[in-house]
T-cell receptor
């Protein structure tokens, strides 16, 4: 079974600084997708960034980028120029190719210090 | 179309009662997923549909849970004889089946409290 591990229950960063959230996963599949989702307090889950396993280039979306290390099964999220609106729970998620549901980690609570 | 919607947003019920939740996916999406999220945890997959066909069910989906998507559009999730352990946020997500367009978009969830 696939597992996703987020080893940082909580992270804190100063506004405008850079923070990296860690995620590791375990799978025997070769075709899969990885995601980072953001869940603000009492608000719905929104997609931050996604990475296809077959792509070697790391995905980037504005201030958000990933470091995808396929051999190490690591998928970290870097947030540059942190903003107060980035405060939320961040979930790393995995899905194998096809149409399975997502497997989520337990999340990292990101606090932005003004 | 502004995204995935869920109704109701909150539900309080007594143990032993039946409850039903509704999810309306993004209109052009043919895949629909249900997840359960308990406090402090990530969402856990329950089941998914492609059009009206229910293609996968997690072992978390006990016999008291049933999901339908009769016309391949909206879906309902029913919990019979609710238990206190059913208290959770129930999330719905939808996606397209087009290759490389399979990102799941989530609704706001239905928060269930069983007393």
């Amino acid at each position: 079974a696939q597992t996703v591990t987020q080893s940082q229950p909580e992270m804190s960063v100063q506004e405008a600084e850079t923070v990296t959230l860690s995620c590791t996963y375990d799978t025997s599949e070769s075709d899969y997708y990885l995601f980072w989702y953001k869940q603000p307090p009492s608000r719905q889950m929104i997609l931050v960034i996604r990475q296809e396993a077959y792509k070697q280039q790391n995905a980037t979306e504005n201030r958000f980028s990933v470091n995808f290390q396929k051999a190490a099964k690591s998928f970290s999220l870097k947030i540059s120029d942190s903003q107060l609106g980035d405060a939320a729970m961040y979930f790393c998620a995995y899905r194998r190719g096809g149409a399975d549901g997502l497997t989520f980690g337990k999340g990292t609570h990101l606090i932005i210090q003004p | 179309d502004t995204g995935v919607s869920q109704d109701p947003r909150h539900k309080i019920t007594k143990r032993g009662q039946n409850v039903t939740f509704r999810c309306d996916p993004i209109s052009e999406h043919n895949r629909l997923y249900w997840y359960r999220q308990t406090l402090g945890q990530g969402p856990e997959f329950l089941t998914y549909f492609q059009n009206e066909a229910q293609l996968e069910k997690s072992r978390l989906l006990s016999d008291r849970f049933s999901a339908e998507r009769p016309k391949g559009s909206f879906s309902t999730l029913e919990i019979q004889r609710t238990e206190q352990g059913d208290s959770a946020m129930y999330l719905c997500a939808s996606s397209s089946s087009d290759y490389h367009q399979e990102t799941q978009y989530f609704g706001p969830g239905t928060r269930l409290l069983v007393l």
